[in-house]
């Protein structure tokens, strides 16, 4: 029997083909099983060597406020970023596209960073990584600073990586504030282009249309971005006798920005 309530996920492979390209979806509606792909003619992205850390935001990051994980909890951080927002429009992560960043996490394509509270879940962000490219997809925040902190170990994290292209897709001024500019599509491309290790060969991107089993063949671990090993390297300056990674970190954008 068919069960129709848990709407088919959108395959891996054509996914990431939309990544590639530019091109990320979207949903009307938390319930609409329903996508349409969107390409902004106009892209906000934060340049790695250009992240804004104010001193408030510093002191936060020294005093070690948040303890910060990665891949602790993607799903808890999706829904957290899905839920309902004081005089926001309907949430455009639906329940399919959630599904679907759920399997690019399993296959390693996608990626969260949790700050906690205690045992609480206050903050965080996820998104999608590929050769030397983070298209960061949402954020969320219960605690003050919170995201703002998950936004500073994404960074860091991309540096210590070697990412070239870290994409917000839309501007906003929350992101602004920490660095984040616009550019045309155009231009945005170029960057992707020369951010991608790895080519899409026609064969490989025929591949990508594939709906089957073997639909997500060769994806993991081909030229994607090890957003992990990066993270795990900030965590190595926790080694005893050495600064906590708070405090690295801010030293970072204090010396860079």
């Known amino acids: 029997m068919t069960d129709f309530s848990t709407p088919a996920i959108i395959p891996p492979a054509l996914l990431m083909q939309a990544y590639r390209s530019g091109i990320f979806p979207m949903a009307d509606a938390r319930d609409d099983t329903e996508i349409f792909w969107v390409e902004p003619r106009r892209r906000a992205i934060l340049p790695l060597d250009r992240f804004r850390c104010s001193h408030s935001l510093a002191k936060v990051l020294r005093r070690d406020r948040f303890r910060v994980t990665c891949n602790t909890a ?14 926001a429009d309907e ?13 690019l996490h399993r296959i390693g394509l996608a990626h969260s960073i949790e700050c906690w509270h205690g045992e609480d879940l206050v903050g965080g962000l996820y998104g999608v990584g590929f050769d030397r490219v983070f298209c960061g997809e949402s954020m969320f925040s ?14 860091a994290a991309l540096r210590q990586a070697g990412a070239e292209l870290l994409d917000c897709q839309f501007l906003t001024d929350h992101l602004a504030s920490m660095g984040a500019i616009e550019i045309t599509q155009a231009q945005y491309l170029k960057r992707l282009a020369k951010a991608q290790l790895v080519a899409v060969s026609g064969a490989s991107a ?3 249309l594939e709906t089957g089993a073997g639909a997500t063949a060769g994806l993991a671990g081909e030229g994607f971005l090890p957003l992990p090993l990066g ?22 954008f204090t010396h860079t920005s």
């Open 74 to 87: 993607f799903d808890a951080v999706v829904s957290a970023c899905a839920a309902p927002r004081p005089a």
């Open 206 to 208: 025929a591949a990508g």
């Open 231 to 252: 993270f795990a390297a900030l965590l190595d300056a926790a080694s005893p006798g050495s600064a906590s990674p708070g405090k690295c970190i801010a030293q970072s």
């Open 142 to 155: 219960r605690m003050t600073d919170a995201s703002k902190v998950a936004l500073a170990w994404l960074v």
């Open 91 to 103: 949430s455009w992560i639906s329940h399919r596209i959630q599904a679907s960043y759920a399997e």
